[in-house]
């Protein structure tokens, strides 16, 4: 790992602390709506400021049956051919639940720091964000073969339970490189994301805020049935995370083996060829991944770990 001159405060890139996550505490105030969102900022778009009594402008989606049709948007609905509804969200406590992907791909980085270090510094900062909007906070963390829930929760207890969970599961599985490498004798690879979207299914009461944060290599169906059905009563967003050197951008040339814990080969990083046909195979994966996320009407986001977070955050527009 190098250039620590950009890693936040208390950070090395590759295990987690608290104190390294607590700093987002204090980050948090800067993303408060209605002075800035920051799904407004990291999409581009703007949520409308209040509507009505208590209500807040929240998406747009596909028209369902029992939709309020005075809620049709019509500017969207001539756009697409098919209708689709204005939804709002009330002015109320609710449940945001974060999935937290701790599966061996995740714990990569070929310049700055881990991929799975970058996601907890948004997890803490979605936590905090979260709390200040008097939200509750929850959790499924997904190691590829167990999963942990945490229960929405509100007030700092929330944000506290789920980074404490989330820096030891961290820390043990880099303590414990076995683990990754070697997974009870059962089952040789990590488990795809269905029994994590089916975990969220259960703990996600109607209405919550789910937020995906994974490398979505282990989604096998980017349309997933189950990611449908998530959909259908909350509101989903994912955020990508990636490492240049998947998408084969790296000043090293020269053969190197790289695994992804199910089979290794050697890559020629000299070969223009070779980086051109892994960025091909990257950009198909996350197009998969995008119009997936259009056609469910889900937010994406991409983040990547060769650059701070809030670097990142303030350089999007």
């Keep these: 790992m190098k250039n620590h001159s950009s890693l936040p405060p208390h950070s090395n890139g590759v295990t987690l602390s608290l104190d390294e996550l607590l700093y987002y505490k204090q980050q948090s105030i800067h993303w408060l709506p209605p002075a800035k969102s920051l799904w407004a900022q990291i999409s581009g778009q ?169 490398d979505f290599v282990r989604l096998e169906d980017p349309n997933s049935p189950l990611l449908k059905r998530l959909r259908q009563h909350n509101l989903v967003r994912m955020i990508h995370f990636s490492d240049p050197l998947e998408y084969g951008q790296t000043a090293f040339r020269g053969l190197e083996r790289v695994t992804n814990q199910q089979k290794s080969m050697w890559i020629d990083f000299s070969s223009r060829s070779s980086r051109k046909s892994i960025e091909n195979k990257y950009n198909q994966h996350l197009n998969g991944l995008k119009q997936s996320c259009q056609s469910l009407g889900i937010s994406f986001t991409s983040i990547s770990s060769n650059k701070s977070l809030l670097q990142q955050l303030s350089g999007h527009h």
């Design 46 to 214: 703007h949520q409308s400021k209040k509507l009505g009594r208590g209500m807040d402008f929240a998406e747009v989606r596909q028209y369902q049956a029992g939709d309020d049709i005075r809620s049709i948007d019509w500017r969207v609905t001539a756009r697409t051919g098919k209708a689709h509804t204005k939804l709002f969200t009330e002015e109320c406590e609710k449940p945001v639940v974060l999935y937290i992907d701790l599966s061996p791909s995740m714990f990569f980085g070929s310049t700055l720091q881990l991929k799975s270090v970058q996601m907890a510094h948004m997890a803490s900062l979605l936590s905090w964000l979260c709390i200040a909007n008097n939200d509750r906070i929850g959790a499924v963390i997904d190691t590829g073969h167990k999963l942990i829930d945490i229960k929405p929760t509100s007030r700092d207890r929330g944000p506290l339970t789920l980074l404490q969970q989330l820096i030891q599961i961290h820390n043990d599985t880099l303590n414990q490189p076995n683990q990754a490498k070697s997974p009870p004798a059962s089952d040789t690879s990590p488990s795809s994301m269905d029994s994590g979207l089916q975990a969220l299914h259960r703990l996600c009461p109607k209405g919550s805020e789910i937020i995906l944060m994974s």
